[in-house]
């Protein structure tokens, strides 16, 4: 994951506190095969740092302990080990907070405290381990802090980048950022190439802790808005604001989310949220990193179930609107932007594969699945708010076609959309399990879809007949898997 070096720094002189605060995390998982739902990948294994913290917890990113089967923690100074729990894990946040099941087992480690105060100029130094446990600390200096997509791309985040030339190491999945001893931040990901860092900064680790606190975790607030900045005069013109030049301009508002339930309307110019002014590029005044975009006071500096006021213009008027922030499900979407240690839903039917769209399925044809993923199914998950506004479904797929007695003439058909089975509307795959146990007179199944071939004839008993050596055939367990 980053550049290899024949040379190593020299470790840094207080290697004994910085190696009481971190702990080795060893992880064996297994993804689940979107392209086999009814199967799991090879099993594979990742190494990371883990940075005790207080109350016997250690902070490490969602990344690691995706789909985890075992995790384990180990003494960077004895190699002693012991297994731990995912206690929380926020995969919009890209953190996870872990409990070793030996309650003693972090005793005597110093625990790092969180520093909040980080600005652009500052030098965070990137903590490694050498295999003999020696500490690498090799500093590098923030450039930028801005708003940035996390992985699993929900929403924007407060976001360190950092110019550093990290070297690679066996545990460089997950890296502590330090300042003055103090945890600054977590990696989110490295590029050899311009050797610059984002990180998961402290602020964000903060709001993660906090809620963690909680009896049930919550994660971060959404509102439900979409905007445009407001620096082509005619637009603000068109929108008929008045009086000093500045704010957003609403451009949707999603339903049942916390912007409509306070009544923002698209057109409303949003000119302040609490004290703080919003200008025309939508950015407000940071007490510690200056103009910075508007989002994180939402994301960072306020937690779900909070009211903040929205100071706006309406055609011209002065109104505010106080919005009750909610975090957004992933059962809320119509195709889901991540469905991490949960086995997709599936069912086969005669060779037909069918499976719920979500954003997991895509990413299964690599880091460009925007270009490379049929491109009918990343148009419906892009823009799944303005096609099912208010919607509770899900998109139903035929995503792929095994070769057998019944599929013959379908075999080239594959990704088509759903649409009505029997003269059923399908919004689930429930629906469809349930519509294809009631045939025609004929007793056939009639499947409709979006694309050609438009419409899909089964014979139900034929299928019923055939399913054991289909099964047997493709090695699939269960023809359905839809809890």
Do not use: C
Not at 95 to 103: G, Q, T, Y
Not at 116 to 133: F, K, P
Not at 261 to 283: F, L
Not at 329 to 349: C, F, G, I
């Amino acid at each position: 994951m980053a550049k290899k070096e024949s040379a190593s720094p020299p470790p840094n002189k207080d290697v004994k506190q910085k190696l009481l605060s971190l702990v080795r995390v060893n992880v064996t998982g297994q993804p689940f095969d979107y392209f086999r739902p009814w199967q799991k990948k090879a099993p594979l294994s990742k190494r990371a740092l883990g940075a005790v913290l207080s109350k016997g917890r250690v902070l490490v990113t969602a990344d690691l302990v995706t789909n985890q089967n075992y995790v384990e923690l180990e003494r960077a100074e004895s190699g002693e080990k012991t297994a731990a729990n995912v206690e929380v894990i926020d995969y919009e946040a890209n953190l996870a907070l872990l409990e070793p099941s030996e309650k003693n087992f972090l005793d005597g480690i110093a625990p790092l405290d969180i520093a909040g105060d980080t600005v652009v100029g500052d030098r965070l130094a990137a903590w490694q381990l050498e295999q003999t446990g020696a500490l690498v600390a090799t500093e590098g200096l923030v450039t930028t802090i801005q708003m940035t997509h996390y992985p699993v791309d929900v929403g924007q985040f407060l976001t360190y980048r950092i110019s550093l030339s990290m070297q690679y190491r066996e545990n460089s999945y997950t890296i502590p950022l330090v300042k003055n001893n103090k945890l600054a931040g977590l990696l989110l990901r490295y590029d050899p190439r311009s050797q610059l860092i984002d990180a998961i900064p402290a602020p964000i680790i903060t709001h993660f802790l906090k809620e963690a606190e909680s009896e049930h975790y919550r994660g971060f607030p959404a509102v439900g808005f979409s905007f445009f900045p407001t620096r082509d005069p005619q637009l603000r013109k068109y929108a008929g604001q008045t009086g000093k030049a500045g704010g957003v301009y609403v451009t949707s508002v999603e339903p049942n989310m916390p912007a409509m339930k306070a009544g923002m309307q698209v057109g409303d110019i949003i000119m302040s949220i609490g004290t703080h002014e919003i200008d025309q590029n939508g950015n407000y005044v940071d007490p510690l990193y200056g103009k910075i975009d508007f989002t994180n006071l939402i994301s960072a500096h306020s937690y779900a179930g909070d009211s903040l006021a929205f100071q706006i213009q309406r055609e011209g008027k002065p109104m505010e609107l106080k919005v009750t922030l909610e975090h957004r499900d992933t059962k809320d979407y119509v195709s889901p932007p991540y469905t991490l240690d949960e086995a997709p839903k599936y069912l086969v039917l005669g060779g037909l594969i069918f499976q719920e769209l979500s954003r997991q399925y895509l990413k299964e044809w690599g880091p460009n699945w925007q270009r490379e993923a049929p491109q009918r199914f990343v148009y419906l998950d892009r823009f799944q708010s303005e096609l099912f506004p208010g919607e509770h479904r899900r998109i139903v797929i035929l995503s792929q076609v095994l070769p057998a007695n019944n599929t013959i003439g379908y075999d080239e058909f594959s990704y088509l959309t759903v649409t009505k089975v029997n003269g059923k509307e399908i919004k689930s795959l429930n629906d469809l399990s349930d519509a294809v146990k009631q045939p025609s007179e004929g007793g056939f199944i009639k499947i409709e879809t979006e694309e050609d071939p438009k419409q899909i004839e089964l014979e139900a008993n034929s299928i019923a007949a055939e399913a054991p050596d289909l099964q047997e055939n493709y090695g699939i367990p269960s023809l359905q898997r839809l809890e």
